[in-house]
């Protein structure tokens, strides 16, 4: 009808802005969520902090490294609680030094097994508007490669499935022997592999292996699964 036609010609502009806002922040959500999934590869989270400790902001990799780790776990409220004299000294001390201003960064040890680290860092030490003074954390934990896709592994290095199985486990600290125990292998067929493994990669033996492996882009494309 005319006056259908009317009503649709004054919104027609309004529709245009609503069509583009609607495809910015589907592009933004996608951008987020794949710089989520990629610190969730490379085990790396983020917390905002206030100067006592208690948690403004936080990554969803950064729960869930708190939740695992056990030394630090986020009590009702917000705030950050040790489950150690230790840890809980370790981390007041860190706090305090980054509210004073110390460029830091300021380290905390909240597991050994596997190794998960944090630093804390001043932040935002002149209020932002709608924010009060933030320090910023930062937590770090290497997935294991073992539990990850071997073929994955295995295509983005060029390897056999085999030789990726063997350089996940040298990668995540175990020996040749310990290696070959859990891959139900002798140890001559451990060292075989690994001299091939070497060859193919290009790298002089275990360590220089390792180096390559985690300083390459193929870990992080590795999905850690649950």
Request: proline letters at 6%; aromatic letters at 4%; a positive charge.
């Amino acid at each position: 009808r005319a006056v259908d036609s009317v009503l649709l010609g004054r919104i027609a502009p309004y529709l245009e802005q609503a069509i583009e806002i609607w495809l910015d922040s589907g592009a933004a959500r996608a951008r987020q969520a794949q710089a989520d999934a990629l610190a969730r590869r490379l085990g790396a989270g983020w917390l905002w902090l206030d100067t006592t400790g208690r948690v403004v902001e936080a990554s969803d990799t950064a729960r869930a490294l708190l939740a695992g780790s056990g030394a630090l776990r986020l009590a009702p409220g917000g705030r950050l609680e040790a489950g150690n004299p230790v840890t809980g000294r370790a981390f007041r001390r860190a706090l305090e030094r980054a509210a004073a201003g110390d460029a830091g960064p300021h380290g905390v040890t909240l597991s050994e097994h596997p190794p998960t680290r944090m630093a804390i860092l001043p932040g935002l030490s002149v209020p932002a508007p709608g924010l009060e003074p933030c320090l910023c954390a930062v937590l770090r934990q290497m997935p294991g490669i073992a539990g990850r896709d071997a073929g994955a592994l295995a295509r983005g290095l060029g390897l056999s499935r085999s030789e990726a199985r063997l350089t996940a486990l040298i990668c995540d600290g175990f020996s040749l022997t310990e290696a070959a125990e859990r891959l139900g292998w002798t140890i001559e067929t451990a060292r075989s592999t690994s001299k091939k493994t070497f060859a193919q990669t290009g790298t002089r033996g275990q360590p220089d292996l390792v180096r390559a492996v985690l300083n390459g882009a193929v870990v992080a494309a590795l999905d850690p699964g649950p």
